[in-house]
T-cell receptor
Framework: GAVVSQHPSRVICKSGTSVKIECRSL??????MFWYRQFPKQSLMLMAT?????????EQGVEKDKFLINHASLTLSTLTVTSAHPEDSSFYIC???????????FGPGTRLTVL | EDQVTQSPEALRLQEGESSSLNCSYT??????LFWYRQDPGKGPEFLFT?????EEKEKERLKATLTKKESFLHITAPKPEDSATYLC????????????WGAGTKLIIKP
């Protein structure tokens, strides 16, 4: 199966700072990647669709200026949480569809804690 | 409106006690139905993709089935390591890979 990695797995930062999370497809190319956030005991909430070489598509209610997405290559998408606040603390997960398949493969997730 | 509902919300079983998880869906043109397993603090792990009514897939103690309105994830003689949250998602036709998620079923297998 396709492998997706995320870095870092865990980050703690102070309020007002920015945090960058990387999502990589390790053994396949992904023109599209997805970013989700997940609160405790809740299901996944799609934040945005990341498209290689073009602007990301954000879901309703997600601030594009706060959650900056860059998909600069076919194997890397980054999510930057700008001026993070405690309410941004969450579990962020990325995914990518595998080659010639509709199945999405997920990264291991990044736990963000904003103090 | 496209929607996915999973039941029960939580299920506690004794080791070896078989049961089923349900995923009901309404979607305009099903492109695929997906089952994932998620352990605490980790990303979802892919289990199965089902595309058409009548399709079945198996993996170890798990078997997924699909009808025009719902999918079942049958677990036979479960072990404690099968404890996890099981997520169901559907992809509508023309949706560019976007998934509609159920809330999940938390499965606890007691030894």
């Amino acid at each position: 199966g396709a492998v997706v990695s995320q870095h870092p797995s865990r980050v703690i930062c102070k309020s007002g700072t920015s945090v960058k999370i990387e999502c990589r497809s390790l053994d396949f190319q992904a023109t599209t990647m997805f970013w989700y956030r997940q609160f405790p005991k809740q299901s996944l909430m799609l934040m945005a669709t990341s498209n290689e070489g073009s602007k990301a598509t954000y879901e309703q209610g997600v601030e594009k200026d706060k959650f900056l997405i860059n998909h600069a290559s076919l194997t890397l998408s980054t999510l930057t949480v700008t001026s993070a606040h405690p309410e941004d603390s969450s579990f962020y997960i990325c995914s990518a569809p595998g080659l010639a398949t509709d199945t999405q493969y997920f990264g291991p997730g990044t736990r963000l804690t904003v103090l | 409106e496209d929607q996915v509902t999973q039941s029960p919300e939580a299920l506690r079983l004794q080791e070896g006690e078989s049961s089923s998880l349900n995923c009901s869906y309404t979607v305009s043109g099903l492109r695929g139905l997906f089952w994932y397993r998620q352990d605490p603090g980790k990303g979802p792990e892919f289990l199965f993709t089902l595309y058409s009514a009548g399709e079945e897939k198996e993996k170890e103690r798990l078997k997924a089935t699909l009808t025009k309105k719902e999918s079942f994830l049958h677990i036979t003689a479960p072990k404690p390591e099968d404890s996890a949250t099981y997520l169901c998602a559907v992809q509508a036709g023309g949706s560019n890979y976007q998934l509609i998620w159920g809330a999940g079923t938390k499965l606890i297998i007691k030894p």
